[in-house]
């Protein structure tokens, strides 16, 4: 027995079936073109400082020191710094955060306490860098009387990407299978040997990618190394020897931070290249470690 | 060893507080009250910027972040998503610079009493910095809603267009909340960005065209002159430098809950 429709309720149900038809193909427009809208915004923004700045960029622009007031020459100095910042907030960050993630993933537990340390970390991870500056101000620079130098800036962008580093160790800790770490226990090895020679290993490029991507954007952060690290401009060499690390270090956040208040002492063609060596530098470090991760990713799918 | 690692962490978050404490609390009392009084036009400050970059990020990353994981190809997906990441972690300075020499002139050309620092510019750049943050988060979010619940509704008869507005948006509502609140705390925590283009000009104040002054870019002025540690300046940056943790923290915990209860949901 069939359900009998009438002709005017059919072509009513039709009419309104075209219409949601046609309102959802008006909003999937809309959609598309907020999507459009974002990707053309963000791009024509890395696009612009691109264009303004590549021509500037050429190998004398890299290696050479600043000359007549930074009105030509170089940006070599706030390189060499820049980077001398990062591996050493690597250097510092690597132990502690890996031990930290160790800690978290391995012995840890699922106290009350433990998470409460653990809501903290996402807290911390998410805290402004200048709140990190400050502290860094007030212990580093002042109570431990390291005065503003290269090593109260190290502890200080440790100290921020530390959360970060945390974070992305435990993870990877806990993204290796559970049969390898029992297969170690079950052959005799103890916590301590199957963690060192299991465990690790297998997390190592995970680690690895928290610890590059958390420094990556540290050595990007303007507002800690102003309050801890920074000179304005370095025109001199760079002496390898421990006293450098009591001194203050020009780099590149800063170096920008100041050119504006020059007043348009510095040309724009000069501003817009070393934004360019800067962005240049910390995405390249970045995708690196996603083209790393990606990589690990897929070769455990495989396996 | 191992110790180590959690002394480290504790130690953070023990100093890390009681340092503020004692800092903005015991020292200060005198002028406290003066300060807090005198923190208004900043908090000021940093809303209006804050309040203009969530206008424009989060209805376009929400929107971008729908066709996403809605409508795209999952091969054009894989390429956008990692960009997005990385886009994320363009240094903020860089913004900064973009805000002083394009848009300012360019709103100037369009509203001619703009001043050359000024809150707009400031919140305009602040909001497609943290675009690509609320994209790539309202994504994860979207992505977490099952998908028996999308195939439900489709075998009701709803168009995608009904699905995405009436079932996959409400069930992933939590998660994109906690996108937005993680995305406006760092939109409040944006130090550069706003120093360079908004302006230091403490000023209570909601006209955008005006030059203002947020929280962090008070903490970089004073802090660029050799303040002497123990003045009274020294110790506004504190002050500060509290409040700011304070709204930041409050809100990244806020966004903790609304994730632990969206989560609870589904498991």
Same mark, same amino acid.
């Given at each position: 027995?069939?359900?009998?429709?009438?002709?005017?309720?059919?072509?009513?149900?039709?009419?309104?079936?075209?219409?949601?038809?046609?309102?959802?193909?008006?909003?999937?427009?809309?959609?598309?073109?907020?999507?459009?809208?974002?990707?053309?915004?963000? +791009?024509?923004?890395? !696009?612009?400082?691109?264009? *303004?700045?590549?021509?500037?960029?050429?190998?004398?622009?890299?290696? &050479?020191?600043?000359?007549?007031?930074?009105?030509?020459?170089?940006?070599?100095?706030?390189?060499?710094?820049?980077?001398?910042?990062?591996?050493?907030?690597?250097?510092?960050?690597?132990?502690?955060?890996?031990?930290?993630?160790?800690?978290?993933?391995?012995?840890?537990?699922?106290?009350?306490?433990?998470?409460?340390?653990?809501?903290?970390?996402?807290?911390?991870?998410?805290?402004?860098?200048?709140?990190?500056?400050?502290?860094?101000?007030?212990?580093?620079?002042?109570?431990?009387?390291?005065?503003?130098?290269?090593?109260?800036?190290?502890?200080?962008?440790?100290?921020?990407?530390?959360?970060?580093?945390?974070?992305?160790?435990?993870?990877?800790?806990?993204?290796?299978?559970?049969?390898?770490?029992?297969?170690?226990?079950?052959?005799?090895?103890?916590?301590?040997?199957?963690?060192? *020679?299991?465990?690790?290993?297998?997390?190592?490029?995970?680690?690895?990618?928290?610890?590059?991507?958390?420094?990556?954007?540290?050595?990007?952060?303007?507002?800690?190394?102003?309050?801890?690290?920074?000179?304005?401009?370095?025109?001199?060499?760079?002496?390898?020897?421990?006293?450098?690390?009591? *001194?203050?270090?020009?780099?590149?956040?800063?170096?920008?931070?100041?050119?504006?208040?020059? !007043?348009?002492?510095?040309?724009?063609?000069?501003?817009?290249?070393?934004?360019?060596?800067?962005?240049?530098?910390?995405?390249?470090?970045?995708?690196?470690?996603?083209?790393?991760?990606?990589?690990?990713? #897929?070769?455990?799918?495989?396996? | 060893?191992?110790?180590?690692?959690?002394?480290?962490?504790?130690?953070?978050?023990?100093?890390?507080?009681?340092?503020?404490?004692?800092?903005?609390?015991?020292?200060?009392?005198?002028?406290?009250? &003066?300060?807090?009084?005198?923190?208004?036009?900043?908090? #000021?400050?940093?809303?209006?910027?804050?309040?203009? #970059? #969530?206008?424009?990020?989060?209805?376009?990353?929400?929107?971008?972040?729908?066709?996403?994981?809605?409508?795209?190809?999952?091969?054009?997906?894989?390429?956008?998503?990692?960009?997005?990441?990385?886009?994320?972690?363009?240094?903020?300075?860089?913004?900064?610079?973009?805000?002083?020499?394009?848009?300012?002139?360019?709103?100037?050309?369009?509203?001619? &009493?703009?001043?050359?620092?000024?809150?707009?510019?400031?919140?305009?750049?602040?909001?497609?910095?943290?675009?690509?943050?609320?994209?790539?988060?309202? &994504?994860?979010?979207?992505?977490? +809603?099952?998908?028996?619940?999308?195939?439900?509704?489709?075998?009701?008869?709803?168009?995608?267009?009904?699905?995405?507005?009436?079932?996959?948006?409400?069930? !992933?509502?939590?998660?994109?909340?906690?996108?937005?609140?993680?995305?406006?705390?760092?939109?409040?925590?944006?130090?550069?960005?706003?120093?360079?283009?908004?302006?230091?000009?403490?000023?209570?104040?909601?006209?955008?065209?005006?030059?203002?002054?947020?929280?962090?870019?008070?903490?970089?002025?004073?802090? *660029?002159?050799?303040?002497?540690? !123990?003045?009274?300046?020294?110790?506004?940056?504190?002050?500060?430098?509290?409040?700011?943790?304070?709204?930041?923290?409050?809100?990244?915990?806020?966004?903790?809950?609304?994730?632990?209860?969206?989560?609870?949901?589904?498991?």
């Amino acid at each position: 027995m069939a359900t009998v429709i009438d002709k005017a309720k059919r072509e009513g149900l039709e009419a309104r079936d075209a219409q949601r038809a046609r309102s959802s193909r008006r909003y999937l427009g809309l959609l598309t073109g907020a999507a459009v809208v974002t990707f053309l915004l963000i +791009v024509g923004i890395i !696009g612009t400082i691109l264009i *303004k700045g590549l021509p500037s960029i050429n190998w004398a622009f890299l290696s &050479d020191l600043p000359r007549e007031g930074m009105t030509a020459g170089g940006i070599w100095p706030m390189i060499r710094g820049s980077l001398l910042l990062m591996f050493g907030t690597m250097l510092v960050v690597l132990p502690v955060g890996v031990l930290g993630g160790i800690y978290m993933a391995e012995y840890a537990g699922e106290s009350r306490f433990v998470g409460l340390i653990r809501s903290s970390l996402v807290s911390l991870a998410a805290t402004p860098s200048i709140v990190y500056g400050l502290f860094g101000l007030a212990v580093f620079v002042l109570a431990w009387k390291l005065g503003t130098s290269l090593m109260a800036g190290w502890l200080t962008l440790a100290l921020f990407s530390l959360p970060v580093v945390i974070i992305t160790t435990e993870s990877a800790i806990r993204a290796v299978p559970e049969s390898l770490v029992e297969g170690g226990l079950a052959l005799g090895l103890s916590k301590g040997q199957t963690i060192r *020679k299991i465990v690790l290993p297998n997390a190592a490029s995970g680690i690895a990618t928290g610890i590059v991507l958390s420094t990556g954007r540290a050595a990007g952060e303007a507002p800690p190394i102003l309050l801890t690290a920074g000179i304005y401009y370095s025109t001199g060499q760079l002496e390898m020897n421990l006293e450098t690390l009591r *001194k203050p270090v020009a780099n590149l956040p800063y170096h920008l931070a100041e050119g504006y208040r020059q !007043g348009g002492v510095i040309p724009e063609s000069i501003i817009w290249g070393t934004c360019v060596v800067l962005m240049g530098l910390v995405l390249l470090i970045n995708l690196g470690a996603i083209l790393v991760r990606a990589r690990s990713r #897929a070769r455990s799918l495989q396996s | 060893m191992f110790i180590l690692g959690t002394e480290t962490v504790r130690f953070f978050q023990l100093s890390g507080v009681s340092v503020w404490d004692f800092l903005t609390g015991t020292k200060w009392t005198p002028t406290f009250a &003066d300060a807090h009084f005198g923190i208004l036009p900043l908090v #000021a400050g940093t809303a209006l910027i804050t309040v203009g #970059a #969530a206008v424009i990020a989060l209805p376009l990353g929400l929107a971008a972040a729908v066709f996403l994981s809605e409508y795209a190809d999952p091969r054009l997906r894989r390429i956008l998503k990692p960009v997005l990441e990385v886009l994320a972690g363009v240094p903020t300075v860089v913004y900064g610079f973009f805000a002083l020499l394009h848009i300012t002139p360019l709103l100037r050309s369009i509203f001619p &009493d703009v001043q050359v620092f000024n809150a707009a510019s400031g919140a305009i750049v602040v909001g497609v910095m943290i675009l690509p943050l609320v994209t790539s988060l309202c &994504d994860d979010a979207l992505n977490a +809603v099952p998908r028996a619940l999308r195939e439900g509704g489709l075998a009701m008869g709803s168009t995608s267009y009904e699905v995405t507005r009436q079932i996959v948006i409400p069930a !992933g509502l939590s998660g994109i909340m906690a996108a937005f609140i993680l995305a406006v705390s760092r939109a409040v925590g944006e130090t550069m960005a706003v120093t360079l283009a908004a302006g230091s000009t403490p000023k209570l104040t909601w006209n955008p065209t005006e030059s203002i002054q947020t929280m962090t870019a008070y903490i970089v002025q004073i802090s *660029k002159g050799d303040t002497p540690a !123990g003045s009274r300046e020294y110790l506004t940056l504190f002050a500060v430098g509290a409040v700011l943790f304070a709204i930041t923290f409050g809100l990244n915990i806020l966004a903790k809950v609304l994730v632990k209860r969206y989560r609870m949901v589904y498991s």
